[in-house]
């Protein structure tokens, strides 16, 4: 993946549906859920469903679950605070990296 986004603003970690087709993953890979979304507008969306999926970042594979959304974005996957948290990890918004 390319265009990763590590935002420690966000709570939860969110896929857009065209990254999730280029995963080659089927309907039965995808756990139903109820999730709904609000944007910065205010507008609310649901999610398409979520997703489990085993993530190497270097040589750490961690098991991480997304929300597919139907939205669009200028990132593959965006990777929220629980994530970050859960991880061990901190993030560097100025070295724009992971520690």
Do not use: E, Q, R, S
């Given at each position: 993946m390319t265009k990763m986004l590590v935002d420690g603003d966000v709570a939860i970690n969110l896929m857009p549906y065209t990254t999730y087709q280029k995963?080659?993953?089927g309907?039965?890979?995808?756990?139903?859920?109820?999730m709904m979304l609000r944007d910065f507008g205010g507008n609310t969306s649901q999610t398409r469903r979520a997703l489990n999926v085993k993530l190497m970042i270097e040589s750490k594979t961690?098991?991480?679950t997304f929300f597919v959304i139907d939205g669009k974005g200028s990132y593959s996957l965006l990777l929220g605070r629980e994530w970050i948290h859960a991880?061990?990890?901190?993030?560097s918004t100025m070295h724009q990296c992971l520690i």
């Open positions: 995963l080659g993953k309907p039965k890979d995808l756990i139903k859920t109820d961690l098991a991480t991880n061990y990890y901190v993030h």
